[in-house]
Structure formats: C-alpha cells, structure tokens
C-alpha cells in the first residue's frame, strides 16, 4: 500500500517562504511522477506542479511559476515544494500525489496515491 504523508504547512506572512515535504512509503518512488496540487477553501482543487521520476524536469502552474519550486529525493523516497514569495492567494491545502503511468498531466483525477494534505495560510 503506498502512503503519502505531507509536512511543513503553517502560517506565514507574505512575502515569506516555506517548504512543503511530502514522504511516500510503499510502491515504488522512483518510478513515480510526482504532483503537488492544493484546493482553498470553496474552490476545486488545482494543480501546482510537477516532477518526473529523475527529477530532470519539473512543470508549474502559471500562478506558482518563478516562486515555486518542486524537487525530490529518490533515496529519501520524498518530494519536496519550496514556496517563495509568498502571497495570501496561496493560502489553501497543499497535496502531494503520485501517478504511476507517466502521464505527466495536470489532472488530479489522473493521479494515483495522494496524501492527506497540510495547510498553508499566508497573511496580508
């Protein structure tokens, strides 16, 4: 059974930063791409971005782009998102999710595993 466990969400003002950790247990990491993707309240959930398995390359949403940046620890079977520039509008939950097929798509309903989630509130 694999299992995603998020961590480093809190309060933050903005302008600041803080790095999101997500760590799976079970499957096979290496082989996932991975996706962070967050939901505000009354709103859908969105993607953020993505990783591929190697971690050569990455993809971002237009709102994140240039203040996020994902990376990710095969050894460590972890993913990480580093958030910069922090703004109230990203206030939200934050997900890590993992897909399995290579689809690299932005999709949530594509993704395999996800993790209980962890909040981020950015204050004004």
């Known amino acids: 059974q694999v299992q995603l466990v998020e961590s480093g969400g809190g309060l933050v003002q903005a302008g600041g930063s803080l790095r999101l950790s997500c760590a799976v247990s079970g499957g096979t990491f290496r082989t996932y791409a991975m996706g962070w993707f967050r939901q505000a309240p009354g709103k859908e959930r969105e993607f953020v971005g993505l990783i591929i398995w190697s971690g050569e390359a990455t993809y971002y949403a237009d709102s994140v782009k240039g203040r996020f940046t994902i990376s990710r620890d095969n050894a460590k079977n972890s993913v990480y998102l580093q958030m910069n520039s922090l703004k109230p509008e990203d206030t939200a939950i934050y997900f890590c999710?993992?897909?399995?097929?290579?689809?690299?798509?932005?999709?949530?309903?594509?993704?395999?595993?996800w993790g209980q989630g962890t909040q981020v509130t950015v204050s004004s």
């Open positions: 999710a993992a897909e399995k097929d290579y689809l690299l798509t932005r999709d949530s309903g594509r993704y395999d595993y």
